[in-house]
């Protein structure tokens, strides 16, 4: 039997989860919510003719719909915690999209919702599955004793969005939030300790600087450094930069410990392996993951972050991205915008206690 999902928020995330979901097997859109009319059409349009789903003005009448199984929740980062609450008054599985929440608090929330929630709560932190990224996480064993992870984001600005609400911080959690949690979330995968502290430097120096809307100028950054220190020593770096859009490589990789280091990139095809105790490269070509039907705007990792989500529900198995993940990701991120705000190191059991 299918399962049938209901996707909430059909702007440009929602409509690569239904290209997903159009090319898996044993999966049926029912239903699409969203309260901005071009929005719907971009939904019903993007399910191409294979589904025919009912269509909603809101999502608190598609989680009423017996129709639905598992929802994804694809709307803009603010409304999170209102859309899982009703969630959580239901037994349906639920793949949210990233950020978890804009703030420590709702994170908090969710995560002790979920857990007397029935269904799967999966956070879509999708980053893990592209090929060369996952290729490193597989491979971390050749450096030894991590104690550095570098991660270089030079791309373009933020997209548009409905209503332009990605252009302000109270809507997003902040660029370190909306956009950076994916890598928060790889330093804690790749780093075997917890987060202790966090150091950031940024601005909003070049993009957005004349946008106005209703009066009110945007306040999003468009650049920064970050440095994460871990309980165990080792350390974390992300270079952002969004008004680098001739950049060869969207992402750039290092993971170094006291044996070697893993280099990669995003988009890419290898891992650069080398060893301090010799001057030779391995290089280790990536292939695509002959399963992915739909590369997306994240090179097939949507696609197999759904095959894992459907496997969950069908095996009724733990997700393999937890509330957990999600709310730490974040915490990165509101711990680094603290930073900048004040100039000084934060603390994360600081901004964990809110």
Known sequence: MSIRYGIIGTGMMGCEHIRNLLQIEG???????????????????????????????????????????????????????????????TDKHVLLEKPMCTSVEDAKEVVQSSKSHE?????????????TISAALDNLEAVGD???????????????KVNNWNRFNRNTGGTLVEKCCHFFDLMNQVIPSDPVSVFASGGQDVNHLQEAYAGETSDILD????????????????DLCMFAEGSEHEQEIAVTGDKGKIETTVPGKELIISRRSSNNFKRVPIESDPRIKEQGFHHGASYLEHLDFLDAINNQTLPAVTVNDGLMSMVLGIAAQQSIETGQLVKISDTLAG
């Not at 719909?65 to 999170?80: G, I, L, Q, R, S």
């Not at 269904?119 to 090929?131: H, P, S, T």
């Open 27 to 89: 999966t049926k859109i029912t239903a699409i919510a969203d309260i901005n009319e071009e929005s719907k059409n971009w939904g019903i349009n993007a399910c191409a003719g294979k589904f025919s789903p009912k269509v909603f003005n809101n999502y608190e009448e598609l989680l009423a719909c017996d129709e639905v199984d598992a929802v994804v929740v694809a709307t803009p980062n603010f409304t999170h915690i209102d859309v899982m609450r009703e969630i959580f008054k």
């Open 119 to 131: 269904g799967v709560v999966w956070i879509g932190l999708e980053y893990r599955y592209m090929a």
């Open 146 to 160: 991590i104690r550095m992870f570098a991660i270089r984001e030079h791309r373009f600005p933020f997209l548009k």
């Open 223 to 238: 650049n920064a450094y970050v440095i994460v220190n871990y309980a165990n020593g080792a350390r974390a770096l992300l």
